[in-house]
């Protein structure tokens, strides 16, 4: 995995800072310059600061945190010829 | 220009050329150095930036998404990796397929979770967060099929049955799912006991547990627990529970865990 930025959650600020994003009041992502918009992941969740996890490409592509966000994205980024399922 | 070329001049360092080469880590914090190249990563400490330097670094972080690195949180990335080893294994890829086409594709999704939880167990590790996130995905069934998994039953259980049924001659798929379905939903042949549950709540369970069983013509029943607590629950069952069984129970115990089997 060479492709990689890593962070550990203390720059998670530094990072949604860069992509113009903040956190609302109940510790969602959101657009900076419009609040009330909540950032979602590709399977149209909301995500908590918590829960957040990373970038990708594609349209900023937020990702969670959780064990079944990670299978997703394992699957994601494999070369699709060798994918399981 | 490339921001990466910029970012050397600000931040004052000969080897910040040598990015390309290196990963990438950033971290916020007031002790650790601003700058620090370990292992192949360069640390990049945010907290200690310039406020000139910010801007710059925030190119560089832009520019490589979008040509195509990804952004991950370092302990997300450990877990992805971990998983992926797990899930190349090649036990867990030949029991996937072997399910692929005769359970729902929700269950192998879940399953394919669960083999990865059920890895990380046996190395002795904490499994509680991921199956909070299997349960929270998922909900009974998600939690139902990951103690199956855990207890090895979709080895030891699951695929013998499709086999056996498999085996006959009026054999249909819809007819092992229905069966299968019993099994994930109500876990006739598992009970697992919960560090919530009081001795109370555990001996109701597994008594309705066994009616279950019963009712489906089984007469025994594995009743689980993992942690010192849940097994003195189990033992206390256990003396409760003996005028009812047929057999002295079948104990298997490791360090932290318990598997009882009882016969009725």
Request: hydrophobic content about 35%; overall charge neutral.
């Amino acid at each position: 995995m060479k492709k990689v930025i890593t962070f550990d959650k203390s720059a998670r600020q530094f990072i949604l800072d860069t992509f113009n994003k903040s956190i609302d009041q109940e510790d969602y992502i959101v657009e900076k310059d419009n609040p009330g918009q909540r950032v979602l992941t590709s399977d149209g969740e909301e995500i908590k600061l918590d829960e957040f996890a990373g970038i990708k490409k594609g349209s900023e592509v937020f990702i969670k945190s959780d064990l079944v966000s990670l299978i997703k994205l394992s699957d994601d980024l494999k070369d699709p010829h060798e994918s399981v399922r | 220009m490339n921001p990466l070329d910029k970012l050397p001049k600000l931040i004052c360092i000969d080897f910040f050329s040598k990015l390309k080469k290196l990963s990438l880590n950033l971290l916020s914090n007031n002790c650790s150095p601003k700058i620090e190249i370990n292992a192949g990563t360069i640390n990049i400490n945010v907290y200690k930036l310039k406020p000139k330097e910010f801007p710059v670094l925030q190119e560089v972080v832009k520019t490589s998404l979008e040509e195509g690195k990804l952004l991950i949180v370092d302990k997300a990335k450990e877990t992805l990796e971990d998983f992926k080893k797990v899930d190349s294994q090649d036990q867990n890829r030949k029991l996937l397929e072997y399910f692929k086409g005769k359970i729902p594709t929700k269950d192998i999704e879940i399953l394919r979770a669960s083999l990865y939880l059920k890895n990380v167990f046996e190395r002795g590790e904490n499994v509680s967060n991921l199956k909070d996130d299997i349960v929270t995905r998922y909900g009974d069934r998600g939690r139902n099929i990951c103690n199956l998994c855990s207890a090895g039953y979709f080895t030891s259980q699951i695929k013998p049955l499709y086999e056996e049924m498999y085996s006959q001659p009026d054999f249909s798929l819809n007819k092992f799912l229905a069966i299968y379905e019993i099994i994930v939903t109500e876990s006739p042949y598992a009970f697992f006991i919960n560090s919530w549950m009081s001795d109370k709540q555990a001996m109701d369970e597994v008594l309705k547990r066994m009616e279950v069983s019963r009712r489906y013509g089984i007469k025994y029943l594995n009743i689980h627990g993992i942690g010192r607590e849940n097994t003195e629950k189990i033992a206390t069952l256990l003396k409760e529970l003996a005028p009812q069984l047929t057999q002295t129970p079948e104990i298997t115990r490791g360090e932290r865990f318990i598997a009882v089997k009882i016969w009725f």
